[in-house]
């Protein structure tokens, strides 16, 4: 396994009583790049994401992280190991406050989440880091607000902070932008930006238009199997791609 490839799956395979949902996907993502799995509606994208951070079990194949066969371990242990999947283990909550969110993320990966003797005054010690956390992501003037008061995009930015928190290596991002107007789009989709300018993330986005913007390398799937690989300027172009989504090869992305 290539030195710059942080995750590999091969011959990944996931079958429910017959029914095979992913079909002998090989994926290599590389370090430090931003690569979208896009498809059509069950095309396998959530049961991949499932079976990378070990929610679901392959049921074939090897999923590598850094070198290393991680497909038989926890999603705790993948989480430790750096892969961290947003909106999914970083869910918030609502009426604490945006701080205090951070930093119940950032003592997740302390070990002390469950340390609930602790005086609260013993846990300001986070608090520099969360501000830090929060700043990045543009919600340091909302720190004291309760999460649930935020506008949805920001909520969206609190749970990339929550996932920063754990000090990802790399970041699976599940529809960042999904029922969002424009202007929480532009800011969200900027956002992922920075926050790749020094890690990887791996992403599922239906909007091309994201997609387009920012991934560096895409693959598509349909009916759980590898259709297209590369960059947009060629899947947006390929023949099998068009007529997925579209249903003619003469339409365009």
């Keep these: 396994m290539s030195s710059d490839i942080i995750l590999e799956t091969r011959g990944l395979v996931k079958e429910f009583k ?3 949902a992913v079909s002998d996907v090989n994926l290599q993502i590389r370090r430090g790049t931003i690569h979208a799995l896009i498809g059509p ?17 392959p049921t074939r194949g090897q999923i590598l992280f850094d070198g290393q066969d991680i497909t038989r371990e926890k999603p705790a242990q ?3 190991r750096g892969v961290v999947r947003s909106f999914q283990i970083s869910s918030t909550f609502p009426h604490m406050s945006v701080l205090k969110n951070v930093r119940v993320a950032l003592q ?3 070990g002390t989440e469950f340390h609930f003797w602790k005086k609260e005054e013993t846990l300001k010690q986070l608090d520099e880091r969360c501000l830090e956390l929060l700043g990045f992501v543009g919600l340091a003037e909302f720190a004291h607000l309760e999460a649930i008061e935020l506008p949805y995009g920001r ?9 920063l928190a754990m000090d990802p290596q790399l970041m699976l991002l599940d529809e960042p932008t999904q029922g969002m107007g424009l202007e929480d789009v532009e800011m969200v989709t900027q956002l992922i930006k920075k926050v790749a300018a ?5 992403m599922v986005e239906h909007n091309m238009g994201v997609v387009g913007n920012i991934a560096d390398t895409i693959t598509v799937l349909q009916f759980g199997q590898v259709i297209a690989e590369g ?3 060629e899947v947006s172009r390929n023949p099998q791609v068009l007529e997925a989504y579209m249903g003619s090869a003469d339409e365009t992305l």
């Design 18 to 20: 017959g029914f095979v």
């Design 41 to 57: 509606n069950g095309a396998g994208k959530t049961t991949c994401f499932n079976l990378l951070t070990k929610f679901l079990e």
């Design 78 to 80: 993948i989480a430790k």
């Design 108 to 110: 997740q990966k302390l």
């Design 155 to 163: 909520k969206r930015a609190l749970e990339i902070a929550t996932t």
């Design 198 to 202: 020094n890690r990887t993330v791996l």
């Design 231 to 233: 960059p947009y300027s």
